[in-house]
Each structure stands twice: as structure tokens, then as C-alpha cells.
């Protein structure tokens, strides 16, 4: 079956950098794009960045464009969220998502309604 897991979550001051994992199995990564989006209580699930690691396509949010990075290894079918220059408001619960690459635009990658598989989440908080 379909399995997503987040690790790398942690504590960590404002201004340092942090790198999120997601491990992918039970899919042909190639086909799939997966994404990062974020969450704190009471607030909608936003999303992050995304990455279609068979076509090399990646997008990125403007809440953190310049200071975050998606990459993948194929290899391991595993995707990564390197985070840099981190501020407080940067604190939330982060999950990976994974869709259908085909479903995955511009305009839809940051909609959490488009996924179809989640992980569980890692906690990251930035302190000031």
C-alpha cells in the first residue's frame, strides 16, 4: 500500500536551516508528484512546494520562495524539503502529499484537495 513518512522535523532558531525527508513506497514514484504543505492549529493546511520527480518539474510557494528548496532522489524514492534563513511564522506540522503527476499545475499544486495520499507529519519549530 501507499506509504509516506516525514522526518527531519525539529528545533531550531531563527535564521538556521532545517531539511525535511519524505520516503515514498507502494507507488511508481516516476508517475506520482509529491508535495509539502504545512499546518498550525486553527489555520487551513498551506501549501508548500511541490515537486513530479519524472519530469523534473518543481514549484514553490511565494511564503517561501528564495528560502526553501525541493529536490528528490530517485533512487531512494525519497523527496526532500531543505529549509533556509527560518523564521517563527515557519512553525507548523509539515506532511508530504502524493498525487498522480498529471493532476499537478501551477495553479493547483499548493491545493491540498488535489492529493490523494498523505504522511503523518513532523513537527518544525523555529524559536526567535
Known amino acids: 500500500e501507499v506509504q509516506l513518512v516525514e522526518s527531519g522535523g525539529g528545533l531550531v532558531q531563527a535564521g538556521g536551516s532545517l531539511t525535511l525527508s519524505c520516503a515514498a513506497s507502494g507507488f511508481t514514484f516516476a508517475d506520482y508528484a509529491i508535495g509539502w504543505f504545512r499546518q498550525v492549529p486553527g489555520k487551513d493546511r498551506e501549501g508548500v512546494s511541490c515537486i513530479s520527480p519524472g519530469d523534473h518539474r518543481t514549484y514553490i510557494a511565494h511564503s517561501v520562495k528564495g528560502r526553501f528548496t525541493i529536490s528528490s532522489d530517485n533512487a531512494k524514492n525519497t523527496v526532500y524539503l531543505k529549509m533556509n534563513s527560518l523564521k517563527p511564522e515557519d512553525t507548523a506540522v509539515y506532511y508530504c502529499?502524493?498525487?498522480?503527476?498529471?493532476?499537478?499545475?501551477?495553479?493547483?499544486?499548493?491545493?491540498?484537495?488535489?492529493?490523494?495520499?498523505w504522511g503523518q507529519g513532523t513537527q518544525v519549530t523555529v524559536s526567535s
Open positions: 502529499a502524493a498525487v498522480l503527476n498529471y493532476y499537478v499545475d501551477p495553479d493547483l499544486f499548493d491545493r491540498a484537495g488535489i492529493y490523494e495520499h
